[in-house]
């Protein structure tokens, strides 16, 4: 009897928990109140520690790649369903409990049973919430309306329970259960219908809120477009630096210039930060003559545009990861705002903190050594996308993305030395970007008749930070490195497109490649994971001719 009510209790979670997270989802969409299982598994990522997190980052990205699943596509979808199945999960393990100790005390619930289960299960949730949510109305309004959903969900409890265990005939009163049994819904009738509306409420709810993500998605792209008179898009564009390159990449290698669109995307909340960029100052302090409240506007205006070609990567990404992507990124160089700024003689270093929780701290010398290091507010000819860090990021040459804070909010100078948030999560303090090549496509389908020779266009990219590329070889069935050929790069900043023809032999091969930096440092061809400083490795791929 126990087993069975706890299987009830934990269905009956099941379908209270899915239309609870519909309705919620749906509220966000239309008003902007809190979706709880992000902001639970936010607030997770933050508290937990530095190896929890590595580990279950290390995990999802493993288990994406066994199953050759896109992770550059994918990685945040899958947040959002470890995010979603831990709130619903935390809703049937309620249901179970509830139903077991109802079970045990072996009397009907009342109203203020209910009302305490739902505040027990709620109210943990309901202050993580307030503390580690994203959204921008008043925190009563949010608690009003949570403790009302989750109070709700309690009472739901109650009024399904005494449906279901105080309707079904007791052995003193068989004769009076039987005659009602005409007019009372069966148990199972009635579990059909709770599945029922439970499944309309998730469904019409979820999907009008995915309706609503969408079109305000594409009004938010909409409008960063539109608050710049300028584009450097489609006919306008000016030729590529590398527009007269005689080499062409062999077919099937990625896109050279990444389409925004396809830009990956990393960040620590489960949802991008959304800031107002009408609204937006950011504020340079601490050890500094002149503290300086900079607009948009200003840092449009009063500092020298820098556009720079640039390819940024991801430090979780495997051997041939696809955590990686290139386009033209615009800004003030951080040198020229920091001199304006006069920093004073005692500071060594630069804190920055980010709308999102994120805070990096980079050397003053660093940033005196490099004018190139950026404050960016434009990819592309457009302002930062809202997913990529909207209104200002910074960019720090050949360092992983992990170094270089989106949504910034604020800049510290200081003496002071502050290890940056994945610093802090225990990944490497430098984070200097690995040489990589990766092989892209065998191309079978493209075979060159050279001759009496028949090619086999091989092609891909390779990377070594602000370093450069010198040289790209393949070798096939472990046979002699044979040299490449390059492309020229968009910048020293960007990674080179190579390829190699490959003469045409019959059945099943093994390819890799090698690269080597632009002093001829040969990229670290020993196989070691992502944590703590980036993969290293050997890139292979099979091809069946």
Known sequence: MKNSSLGTGALVGALLTAPLMAVMYLADQLAGLPFVPFDLFDWMTRVLPGPVITFGIETMINTLTRLGIDVADTAKLAEHAIAVLQFFLGGVLAGAVFYAVAKARQTRPDWMVSLVTGALYGLPQIAISLVAGGTSLHPLINLAWLLALFLGWGTAFKWIYARLEWVRPRPEAIEAAEARSVQAIDRRQFLILLGTSAATITVVGSSLAAVLARAERRRGEQTLQDTVAHSISGDERPPFPNANDPLSP????????????????????????????????????????????????????????????????????????????????????????????????????????????????????????????MLCYDWDGYPLPVDHGFPLRVWIPDRYGMKQPKWITAMEVTDQYKPGFWVER????????????????????????????????????????????????????????????????????????????????????????????????????????????????????????
């Not at 607009?295 to 430090?315: A, G």
């Not at 010198?470 to 490449?484: F, I, M, Q, T």
Request: with cysteine.
């Open 250 to 373: 062999a077919p099937g290698t990625r896109p050279e210039y990444t389409p925004l669109k396809d830009f990956y995307k990393v960040f620590i909340r489960s949802e991008p930060t959304v800031i107002d960029g009408s609204t937006w100052v950011l504020p340079i302090t601490g050890l500094v003559d002149n503290q300086l409240m900079l607009t948009l506007d200003d840092l449009r205006q009063r500092y020298p545009r820098r556009d720079q070609y640039v390819t940024i990567s991801c430090i979780s990404g495997r051997v041939g990861t696809n955590l990686i992507s290139t386009t033209l990124w615009s800004g003030a160089s951080l040198k020229e705002v920091l001199a304006e700024a006069k920093v004073q003689q005692a500071a060594r270093y630069l804190n920055i903190t980010s709308g999102d929780g994120f805070h990096e701290t980079i050397s003053l010398e660093l940033i005196e050594a490099d004018e190139r290091l």
């Open 426 to 545: 225990r990944w490497d303090e430098l984070a200097q970007v690995k040489a990589t090549s990766v092989i892209d496509t065998v191309a079978v389908d493209a075979v060159i008749q050279d001759g009496e020779r028949r090619l086999v266009p091989v092609g891909g990219i390779a990377f070594a930070g602000a370093r450069q590329i010198s040289k790209v070889e393949l070798r096939v069935d472990g046979g002699p490195w044979e040299a490449a050929q390059l492309r020229s790069p968009f910048s020293e900043t960007t990674w080179v497109i190579w390829r190699y023809d490959w003469p045409f032999q019959e059945g099943r091969h093994i390819v890799e490649v090698r690269c080597a930096e632009g002093d001829g440092t040969p990229q670290i061809e020993a196989t070691s994971e992502a944590h703590p400083s980036g993969a290293t490795g050997i890139h292979r791929k099979e091809a069946n001719l």
